[in-house]
């Protein structure tokens, strides 16, 4: 099926979910890399108790507010 016709029939309201194949499904730009920072012991702490405030890992907090950042 071409993309104009699986868009024509998404946007009509099919369900479109057996026209994918979710074994080579991707999602581009997602794919994690490592990188390591250093931060003074007082930024820890503030990092540490917003996460707590928040509910979420301090991993979670510095990726939220990176990406935020970036956007």
């Given amino acids: ?6 868009e024509r029939r998404f946007d ?3 369900d479109m979910t057996g026209a ?3 074994e ?3 999602r581009p730009n997602i794919e ?3 990188v390591n920072v250093d ?3 007082w930024v820890v ?3 540490d108790q917003q996460a707590r405030r928040l509910g979420i890992s301090r991993q979670a907090l510095i990726k939220i507010w990176i990406a935020e950042r970036l956007t």
Wanted: glycine share 8%; proline share 4%; hydrophobic share 40%.
């Fill in 32 to 34: 994690s890399k490592r």
């Fill in 39 to 41: 931060f003074p012991a």
């Fill in 12 to 14: 009509d309201g099919e």
């Fill in 1 to 6: 099926m071409k993309a104009t016709e699986f």
């Fill in 45 to 47: 702490t503030g990092l």
């Fill in 24 to 26: 080579h499904a991707r």
């Fill in 20 to 22: 994918l194949d979710w």
